[in-house]
């Protein structure tokens, strides 16, 4: 508004201005000015120049601002893309080192098969994750055994933990995700069942196979709390099909409260089609699962999984009655088997 009144009166004074020194301009010669008619021209100049260089001054500020804001956002953008290629970067990367420690799985893999095809012999057989081991394979995960016909063993899939204790465990058990369901039958225990990296059963008869020389049983359990414990066994051995794969141990030692495994010890497999159990009832059927029943649990580490409180009742949890009694299922469950005479 002051802007426009400003120029206003500035068109205003030029027009009087110029009436004033030319009224009747070409028509009649110049006169000549007065001092105060020379001073308001000079002024009306000076106030037109100011009002340009203002107009001037005003637009270079406002170009200014503009491309500073350009600038701005072009550099939050590059910013962005910078952050966006640095996350696609890192995912690539763990892509490549996931696919390049799995290549060198299957790689040891197909070395130990080759080596295994060259030497056939007993002593350099390949029983467990123990003779594994022994020759340098030191990282805990998927292994295949080959197949050995010396000893009659198929190939088989294992899960080796090569760290816990001096490692060279073959793992014959594991609850951890409750997504496989334990309540099978005998035929089912028998040749094991699930996923070696998930649940899973190793089979009767593998386990059997496996503990033909002294062997030694260790039990890791987790609460809902995350607490860890253990047991350990001597001399473990599962009998074969014929002897119903009776479970034979030896001392315990651990911190897993009182042991509930002995209860156990040379006691028949029983699943839920075979009563083996020393019970009028049926044990595997009451318990819902196959294990070495009794009358019938004093653990029931292949019972139903349970989440965290849902358990209470039935006792056919993943029970340790030594550590949380009864009506507690665990979180998680690893059995696992290795030679006595194993050296780290
Ligand atoms: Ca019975």
């Not at 970067?89 to 098969?113: C, F, G, H, P, V």
């Not at 897993?256 to 009832?281: E, P, R, V």
Request: glycine share 6%.
């Amino acid at each position: 508004m002051l802007k426009k009144t400003l120029s206003a009166l500035t068109w205003l004074c030029i027009l009087i201005t110029a009436f004033v020194s030319h009224p009747a301009w070409p028509q009649k010669p110049p006169k000549s000015k007065t001092p105060a008619q020379l001073k308001a021209a000079a002024c009306c100049a000076e106030a037109e120049e100011l009002r340009a260089q203002i107009a001037n001054l005003s637009s270079l500020l406002s170009d200014l601002s503009a491309k500073q804001e350009r600038d701005w956002v072009s550099v939050v953008m590059q910013v962005m893309e910078l952050e966006g290629s640095t996350k696609r970067m890192e995912s690539r990367l763990t892509d490549a080192e996931s696919k390049y420690s799995e290549l060198n799985n299957q790689i040891d893999i197909m070395q130990l098969q080759a080596a295994q095809t060259v030497t056939q012999t007993s002593a350099d057989a390949i029983y467990d994750c123990s003779s594994l081991y022994q020759k340098n394979y030191r990282i805990s995960g998927v292994y295949k055994l080959p197949p050995d016909d010396f000893l009659g063993s198929p190939e088989l899939e294992v899960f080796c933990d090569m760290e816990t204790t001096g490692g060279g465990w073959t793992i014959i058990q594991r609850r951890k995700s409750g997504l496989v369901s334990f309540f099978r039958d005998w035929k089912q225990y028998k040749q094991g069942f699930g996923s070696t990296r998930g649940d899973f059963w190793l089979g009767n008869e593998h386990i059997h196979r496996l503990s033909r020389r002294p062997t030694r049983l260790r039990v890791e359990m987790e609460d809902w709390e995350g607490t860890v414990r253990h047991a350990e066994y001597s001399r473990f051995a599962l009998g074969n099909e014929l002897n119903s794969y009776r479970l034979f141990l030896g001392n315990y030692s651990g911190n897993a409260g009182n042991d509930a495994l002995l209860y156990h010890n040379n006691t028949a497999f029983s699943t839920k089609d075979k009563d083996n159990d020393n019970c009028l009832d049926k044990c595997a059927q009451l318990r819902k699962g196959g294990y070495w029943y009794n009358c019938c649990t004093d653990s029931n580490l292949n019972g139903v999984y349970y989440r965290l409180g849902e358990h209470t009742k039935h006792l056919d949890g993943i029970t340790w009655y030594g550590w949380h009694g009864s009506s507690y299922s665990l979180r998680r469950v690893e059995m696992k088997i290795r030679p006595e005479d194993f050296q780290p």
